[in-house]
């Protein structure tokens, strides 16, 4: 599944390629793909007519702010949010030109020019949803309402972690993928900051020591960081607009490197599952 970075990736692009678009035409595809009340029906009738102004991201959310005119371009008065998670498979695609979808074309937008771009989803277990003007996404999507903070904002401190983690007797491998504790992070991420970090990902939560946690909070920003600055990751099941997909995982350190040298000890990286996810580690370097 797509995390911070990768979303963060298809955010950038989104950004760029839909600057001011607007959506002069809609069709869906799967009636799945729509988690908001009022199902395609809704959803077709209240965005066509408006512009995409911005792109916010929120863990691995995706959010478009709408406005009826663009006159004051980001300062535009909100007429509605259109909110996207991409769940396992689901990418964008930018089409210019006129071409038949293909199969796992699950919604499509134009603009006036005939600009065209598809919300693809092999496993179709993306969602979307249509928010009205008079609602704030984080109060109408569950998945937004108790999420945590983001991993690269100033609320998410060494001192915010201590505290969060001072009774958890869960793993910290299953708490760095619980999206109320930090917002964005999944497998990928948490396998590489702990490994960065020194810390093994079976050890109880709350028998992290002061500065375990400092290395730990400093490691989740620097690894977050480094993807972002590849694009995302090679591993993760998404593609940006131009059907790329990131270069960081060339650069993982243990993340899928089972039974591979460790890169810095040289011991065989071990793998598991801690919460029902595989879990890669290096014996030596963590502990």
């Known amino acids: 599944m797509p995390e911070l970075p990768e979303v963060e990736t298809v955010r950038k692009g989104l950004e760029v390629s839909l600057a001011n678009f607007f959506i002069d035409r809609l069709e869906v595809l799967s009636e799945r793909s729509i988690a908001s009340e009022g199902g395609s029906k809704e959803f077709i009738s209240k965005m ?28 535009a008065k909100r007429d509605g949010s ?43 277990f993306g969602q979307m949803w249509w928010i009205p003007p008079n ?19 100033h609320e998410f401190t060494p001192e915010y972690l201590v505290k969060s983690l001072a009774t958890r007797k869960r793993s910290i491998k299953s708490s760095l993928l619980d999206q109320s504790l930090i917002a964005g992070i999944g497998n990928i991420y948490a396998d590489e900051s702990l490994f960065s970090a020194g810390i093994i990902p079976t050890k109880e939560s709350k028998k992290l020591n002061s500065l375990e946690i400092q290395k730990l909070c400093k490691s989740i920003t620097k690894v977050l960081q480094t993807s ?29 490197r089972s039974n591979l040298p460790c890169r810095i000890c040289k011991s065989k990286i071990l793998k598991t599952k801690v919460a029902g996810r595989s879990t890669h580690w290096c014996p030596k370097c963590q502990k």
């Open 48 to 75: 066509q007519g408006l512009f995409i102004v911005s792109w916010e991201r929120r863990g691995k959310y995706l959010i478009a702010n709408l406005s009826k005119n663009i006159e004051n371009n980001r300062k």
């Open 82 to 124: 259109w909110v996207i998670h991409l769940r396992m498979t689901g990418y964008f695609e930018w089409n210019p030109k006129r071409q038949s979808p293909c199969s796992h074309t699950r919604v499509r937008l134009w603009n006036k020019q005939g600009n065209e771009v598809r919300f693809v989803d092999i496993r179709n």
């Open 135 to 153: 609602q704030v996404p984080r109060e109408v999507i569950n998945g937004l309402k108790k999420m945590g903070p983001e991993p690269l904002s």
């Open 228 to 256: 972002i600055g590849k694009g995302g990751t090679t591993f993760s099941d998404f593609r940006d607009l131009e059907g790329l997909n990131g270069n960081y995982g060339g650069e993982a350190w243990v993340y899928r």
